[in-house]
């Protein structure tokens, strides 16, 4: 269950025009949380990959040796 605390409109405000993650500080300076604006999917950009349909086929088709992800996996955990 999550409790909600209302903001008065001034901090709303502010933290409304805050566009990476801030600490939210007591009068004295300590820190009581950190407050992570909401990200909306407007923001993000869709990613698009650098390589072609041509050369994902041509990489298909040269035989190369390939891994599992497994297999990085363990390769990596031997290192």
């Known amino acids: 269950m ?11 405000t502010r933290l409304g025009s805050v566009f990476q993650a801030v600490e939210l500080c007591d009068p004295s300076g300590k820190v009581l949380g950190r407050f992570v604006p909401k990200a909306e999917a407007s923001d993000w ?10 050369e994902l086929d041509r990489r298909e ?13 363990a390769a990596l955990g031997k290192l």
Do not use: N
């Open 2 to 12: 999550t409790t909600r605390i209302m903001l008065d409109p001034e901090l709303a």
């Open 45 to 54: 950009e869709p990613m698009i990959p650098d390589v072609s349909e041509e």
């Open 61 to 73: 088709r040269s035989g190369e040796k390939r891994y599992s992800t497994g297999e990085v996996l």
